[in-house]
């Protein structure tokens, strides 16, 4: 079985740039969630994919934007980064959008200069 | 407000005392909860769930409704249990999101 992989592991932006992180979920799990992680506090939801589309928003801008594509895999995109955005971004992955526990991947740390 | 509080940002206990992780929520409909352990270097990894009843790695959560609780306990901590615990409530009507309490240390001195 594999497990939620994610890439980057590390990548470092300046102000302003556009960013996209990438995670193909586990084997068998249809919906992708991505989280927020800064630094000391638990992850924030972003929103989450299921079928293709978006299956629910958190309190994010809409410059944080997403794709789910046919295989489950999933892109996260930020633009107009800002200072704040500096975080571990994680990805999880379920069977269907509620009963099924999430399973993370190792994130992708984002540091915004 | 839907929201998820640990009050501790550390915990630390020596190997054989028991372990109470405290965990407060605040949410209006019917609460599922989950707690969920990072250890060091690795990712974020599902504890347990309080629909399950499980006791995993001599971990065990009750609900209590009454008191909007879901304290991790274990009578026996062990050197291994160290890492970061984070509690987290699930919201059905968006998307079955996760809202996480903002973790706490578990320290297991030898």
């Known amino acids: 079985e594999t497990g939620v992989t994610q890439s980057p592991t590390h990548l470092i932006k300046t102000r302003g740039q556009q960013v996209t992180l990438r995670c193909s979920s586990q084997s068998g799990h249809n919906t992708v969630s991505w989280y927020q992680q800064a630094l000391g506090q638990g992850p924030q939801f972003i929103f989450q994919y299921y079928r293709e589309e978006e299956n629910g928003r958190g309190n994010f801008p809409p410059r944080f934007s997403g794709l789910q594509f046919p295989n489950y895999s999933s892109e996260l995109n930020v633009n107009a980064l800002e200072l704040d955005d500096s975080a571990l971004y994680l990805c999880a992955s379920s069977i269907g959008t509620h009963n099924s526990p999430l399973h993370f991947g190792n994130g992708t740390r984002l540091t915004v200069t | 407000a839907q929201r998820v509080t640990q009050p501790e940002k550390l915990l630390s206990v020596f190997k054989g005392a028991p372990v109470e992780l405290k965990c407060n929520y605040s949410y209006s409909g019917s609460p599922e909860l989950f707690w969920y352990v990072q250890y060091s270097r690795q990712r974020l990894q599902l504890l347990l769930r309080?629909?399950s009843r499980e006791s995993i790695k001599g971990f065990t959560a009750d609900l209590n409704k009454g008191e909007t609780s879901f304290h991790l306990k274990k009578p026996f901590a062990q050197e291994e249990d160290s890492a970061m615990y984070y509690c987290?409530?699930?919201?059905?009507?968006?998307?079955?999101?996760?809202?996480f309490g903002q973790g706490t240390e578990l320290s297991v001195k030898p």
């Open positions: 309080h629909i």
């Open positions: 987290a409530l699930r919201i059905y009507n968006q998307g079955g999101k996760l809202i």
